[in-house]
């Protein structure tokens, strides 16, 4: 659909009334009531999937070259299922000095002034320190022997980086940044954005996170007009 001559927005409505279609066909729920709409199991992440690949490189061309876009929807094509689900909705890892490394929400509450992320689009592999760590390796804390787990905490999410930048092909861009740093806006444009400049200290992470300037609506409000549409729309 999206390699037709429609026009970019026109995708998007059509992906649109294909989701809402598919809600009312599996969902259970009763009529002009959006609180009691329920998903199955099986089909309870698919809406969430269908939210990052609706702002993903795929479907928004902004930005991005004619070969760019077609290089990206070629590996889309021909890559397997799991590459392709990181490629919709990438993997995010959180490393932190009181945590062993663990998977979090790709939302803007995962971004802590204390935590080190580390994410995978299949296209890129960023490193993200938060400000108070990116603070602590600016001073040099790290090459101090008394200071040696946070040598270990910078070393960590690098050497699981390599993993995946010596096993996959095409090889992924390798990004290093901070908060506050230019390269950041890799993961800015990722993340769901609970907190904006617009509701600061709302979302899933209360008052922490970090907000993202953007108008794009987050997942929480997506599925809440999805829902709402859902239990109305007539077929």
């Known amino acids: 659909k999206a390699d037709s001559k429609e026009e970019g927005a026109d995708v998007l409505?059509?992906?649109?009334?294909?989701?809402?279609?598919?809600?009312?066909?599996f969902g259970e729920y009763i009529k002009d009531s959006s609180e009691t709409f329920r998903l199955p199991e099986n089909f309870s992440?698919?809406?969430?999937?269908?939210?990052?690949?609706?702002?993903?490189?795929?479907l928004q061309v902004f930005n991005n070259s004619p070969d760019e876009t077609s290089f990206y929807r070629g590996c889309l094509n021909r890559e397997d299922l799991t590459n392709c689900l990181i490629m919709v909705q990438p993997i995010l890892y959180s490393y932190s000095l009181q945590l062993p490394p663990e998977p979090v929400l790709l939302d803007t509450s995962s971004i802590?002034?204390?935590?080190?992320?580390?994410?995978?689009t299949f296209f890129q592999i960023l490193i993200f320190h938060g400000e108070t760590i990116a603070q602590w390796r600016a001073a040099?804390?790290?090459?101090?022997?008394?200071?040696?787990?946070?040598?270990q905490l910078l070393e960590s999410p690098v050497a699981d980086a390599q993993?995946?930048?010596?096993?996959?092909?095409?090889?992924?861009?390798?990004?290093?940044?901070?908060?506050?740093?230019s390269q950041a806006r890799f993961l800015l444009c990722k993340v769901n954005p609970s907190q904006t400049h617009n509701n600061q200290g709302w979302g899933g992470g209360g008052g922490d996170g970090a907000p993202v300037l953007t108008d794009d609506v987050s997942l929480q409000v997506f599925m809440e007009h999805l829902k709402k549409l859902s239990v109305t729309t007539q077929s």
Not at 13 to 25: A, Y
Request: net charge positive.
């Open 13 to 25: 409505r059509w992906v649109d009334r294909t989701l809402i279609r598919l809600c009312q066909k």
């Open 45 to 58: 992440l698919y809406p969430q999937f269908m939210f990052h690949l609706r702002r993903s490189q795929f």
């Open 112 to 120: 802590q002034p204390d935590r080190i992320l580390l994410m995978d």
């Open 140 to 151: 040099g804390y790290q090459s101090q022997p008394e200071y040696a787990n946070l040598k």
């Open 163 to 181: 993993d995946a930048l010596l096993s996959r092909f095409p090889v992924p861009r390798y990004i290093d940044t901070e908060q506050g740093g």
